[in-house]
C-alpha cells in the first residue's frame, strides 16, 4: 500500500509509503488518492498529508513517466487526482519535510496550507528531463508565490529550501522535524474547533474566481445566517462575555 489512511471523527490523515523509492508518487497512489478523496467528498473532514521516513515525495515515479505516452498526457493522470484533492469540502494541510519535487511539490501546492520542516527542499525540475510541470504547478504555483518567483522556479528548475519557502509564501511556518506531526494536527484542532460548515464556505469563497466575487460571498453568508449553528455560537460567545 503506497497510501496509509488513519481516520478519525474530525481529521483523516494520508500518508505517501513508499519509502524505497523516496515516497514517489505512482499509478497505484493516484488510484489511492482518488479512493481518499471519495471518502472525503462522502464524509467531509479535515485531511493532513504528509510522507514516511522524513521525505514528502521525491517527486512522480520517473520510471512509470518514461513509458506514458502522449494520450496518457491528455488524461491527466496525477493533475486530475491532484483538482480532486485540492476541492475536497474542508481544509488540506501538508505537512511537508524533505523532499517535495515534482508531483510531490504539485501535490503540495494542491493543499490549502503548508508548513515545513528546516529540511525541506521543494521545486520543479521537470524541464531537466524533458517535459513540464504539468499537475497544477504552471497555475497554482503564480497564485501562491506570485508570477516573477514561479517563472523563476519553473524555468530555471531549481529548488528552494525551507528558508527560501517560508521567505516565499509557499509554506506558512517551519517546525523541527521531530515536531511537524504534532504542528499539523494543531492547525487541524483550530480548524475543528469552528463550525464545519463555516469552514466549508470560507474554503469555497476562497479558491472562487475573482468575477465570482463579492457575489458569492453574500449568498453563502446567507446561508450561514439562516443556520442555527450560527446562532447557538454567537449566543453562547454573548453569554461567556456577559459573564467575565
Known amino acids: 500500500m503506497t497510501l496509509r489512511i488513519e481516520e478519525q471523527d474530525d481529521r483523516v490523515v494520508a500518508t505517501l509509503d513508499r ?12 488510484d489511492a488518492l ?13 485531511l493532513i498529508l504528509t510522507g514516511s521516513d522524513g521525505v514528502f515525495a521525491a517527486g512522480a515515479d520517473i520510471a512509470q513517466l518514461r513509458e506514458r505516452t502522449p494520450d496518457d498526457a491528455r488524461r491527466g493522470i496525477n493533475a486530475t487526482a491532484f483538482i480532486r484533492v485540492s476541492e475536497l469540502p474542508m481544509p488540506v494541510i501538508a505537512a511537508l519535510d524533505g523532499w517535495a519535487l515534482g508531483g510531490g511539490a504539485e501535490l ?28 497544477g504547478a504552471t497555475w497554482r504555483l503564480p497564485e501562491i508565490v506570485g508570477q516573477a518567483r514561479a ?24 517546525h523541527p522535524s521531530a515536531d511537524l506531526f504534532d504542528a499539523a494536527h494543531a492547525i487541524a484542532d ?3 474547533a469552528n463550525d464545519p460548515l463555516a469552514t466549508r464556505h470560507t474554503k469555497r469563497a476562497l479558491r472562487a474566481p475573482r468575477a465570482e466575487h463579492p457575489a458569492i460571498e453574500f449568498e453563502l453568508q446567507a446561508e450561514l445566517f439562516a443556520s442555527p449553528e450560527k446562532h447557538r455560537r454567537m449566543t453562547d460567545f454573548l453569554e461567556r462575555r456577559a459573564r467575565r
Open 34 to 46: 482518488h479512493v481518499l478523496c471519495a471518502l472525503l467528498e462522502e464524509r467531509p473532514r479535515v
Open 151 to 174: 517563472s523563476e522556479l519553473l524555468l530555471t528548475g531549481r529548488l528552494l529550501d525551507a528558508d527560501e519557502a517560508l521567505a516565499w509564501g509557499l509554506v506558512s511556518a517551519l
Open 19 to 30: 519509502p524505497e523509492k523516496r515516497n514517489a508518487i505512482d499509478q497505484e497512489t493516484i
Open 108 to 135: 503540495a501546492y494542491a493543499a490549502d496550507i503548508r508548513i515545513g520542516t528546516p529540511a525541506l527542499r521543494i521545486g520543479n525540475p521537470e524541464t531537466g528531463l524533458g517535459i513540464l510541470a504539468a499537475a
Open 190 to 192: 483550530r480548524i475543528c
